[in-house]
């Protein structure tokens, strides 16, 4: 069995089921990263008990639907339930199952016992109405009296005409005073009604399908918005922004916080930026250069992975061109464990081929293949950090007419994209 998210663009992922636990949240630190805000950091998670996959809410701000109804205790979960965790949708499916195939759609029942407020006005009964009318009682009245209350209706009839007409003359008298004093001055324009003509379909401009999609959000207007505004921004490693954001954070009661993150940005802002610039010095074949730059991420936590990837590049290069494996190692050593890998892969252990391909890696640091295949072990588990970090190595080992290239060019492309649409997103351009 495998686990298949969708977002609400229909994009689906698989996370194969290897692990006694799986932790699902918005941090990157989880099993299963889902970043958007309306899931938690840590939000649920999938245990293995007794043969039995239990699912369980972690006390999350937006809940965890299984089938449309929100959980509170572990659930068992199985094939065709429907899990609803934010935006994303997720499955359990048999693992022949292919990855195009769609989830399946489930809509929220309404709670049995909810009073309903709904009632149509027509089969709504009026408070003036009586629930039930009684039948009238005719009484049978001698004739002279009838034809004396009648006469008398008809006094009553004429009477109330009378008043009413002189009623009517009086107000029309009233108004038209009204209306001379009134006439310099000249009635307002009517205003004109002016028919609302909708386009037809064919003028419409054409749907553009956005990889990935642009995300209309309404400016922070207040000090928690503009702190959840900065998180987001500095999960995306643009600490920059982040930093930027904390600047208007004007409550006194957040201050501490504020001055905690900007220590901690601030010195994450200047590791990216030492980062950057001892890759730039290896390109230029000076490893002596990048070491020196990289003791400025020496703390960092956010590039934690590329910095300690540079630093062996760089300790290697100042060894020689290749670091030679380690004693016992020959080149058949590392194909075979590639092949033994790509044979995991293939089989759907994609946890077990990783393993085989980092000590394909630790054999030879320069074999691409070995890169490729890590990078999208991590890309299939969710751990998009590192799977970019091994792209990225690839295309600086691997031949320019290599047929992976432009697929991990492709890749690398639509993951900044998305970073950068989730940092725009939290604070809109003036």
């Known amino acids: 069995m495998k686990l298949v998210i969708e977002d609400d663009e229909g994009h689906r992922r698989e996370i194969p089921l290897d ?3 799986i932790t699902i949240g918005r941090r990157e630190d989880n099993v299963v990263h889902l970043p958007e805000r309306n899931v938690s950091r840590r939000h649920a998670r999938l245990v293995h008990r007794g043969g039995t996959l239990l699912l369980e809410d972690l006390r999350s701000a937006n809940g965890t639907h299984v089938n449309g109804m929100r959980i509170s205790e572990q659930v068992p979960l199985g094939d065709g339930d429907l899990v609803r965790i934010g935006d994303y949708g997720v499955a359990l499916r048999p ?4 990855l195009e195939v769609p989830l399946p759609r489930t809509a929220a029942d309404e709670p049995e016992g909810f009073p309903r407020t709904d009632v149509l006005a027509d089969t709504a009964p009026h408070p003036l109405v009586a629930a039930a009318a009684e039948p009238a009682v005719e009484v049978e009245l001698p004739v002279g009296v009838q034809r004396r209350g009648g006469r008398r209706a008809l006094m009553v009839v004429g009477l109330g005409l009378l008043l009413g007409l002189g009623g009517a003359l009086l107000l029309r008298a009233r108004s038209g005073d009204a209306s001379r004093a009134r006439s310099a001055v000249p009635p307002p324009p009517t205003p004109e009604v002016v028919e609302e003509i909708m ?3 064919a003028d ?5 399908e956005l990889t990935p999609p642009t995300v209309p959000a309404s400016r922070p207007s207040t000090a928690t918005e503009w702190l959840a505004a900065a998180r987001t921004a500095a999960e995306a490693r643009d600490f920059d922004r982040a930093l930027r954001m904390l600047g208007l954070v004007r409550d006194h009661a957040f ?3 504020v001055q905690t993150l900007r220590r901690t940005w601030r010195a994450e802002a200047a590791a990216g930026r030492a980062v950057k610039s001892a890759r730039k010095e290896l390109d230029r074949g000076r490893p002596g250069g990048a070491l020196k730059a990289l003791e400025a991420a020496r703390g960092s936590r956010a590039w934690a992975s590329e910095a300690s990837e540079l630093r062996a590049e760089a300790t290697a290069a100042l060894r020689g061109a290749r670091r030679p494996p380690p004693r016992g190692a020959s080149a058949s050593d590392v194909d075979r464990l590639y092949r033994e890998g790509k044979t995991l892969y293939d089989a759907g252990s994609v946890g077990e081929a990783a393993v ?3 000590r394909c890696l630790t054999l030879d640091r320069q074999h691409p293949r070995c ?6 072990s991590y890309a299939r588990g969710g751990d998009t950090g590192r799977a970019e970090l091994h792209y990225r190595r690839f295309l600086d080992l691997a031949s320019a007419d290599d047929p992976a290239v432009p697929r991990v060019k492709k890749f690398l492309e639509d993951s900044d994209a998305q970073k950068k649409a989730r940092a725009s997103s939290a604070m809109p351009q003036r």
């Open 19 to 21: 692990r006694e636990e």
């Open 95 to 98: 693992d022949g199952v292919p």
């Open 199 to 201: 386009p037809s379909p």
């Open 204 to 208: 419409e401009p054409p749907t553009l």
């Open 255 to 257: 201050q501490a916080e």
């Open 356 to 358: 085989l391909f980092e």
């Open 371 to 376: 890169h490729l295949m890590l990078a999208t």
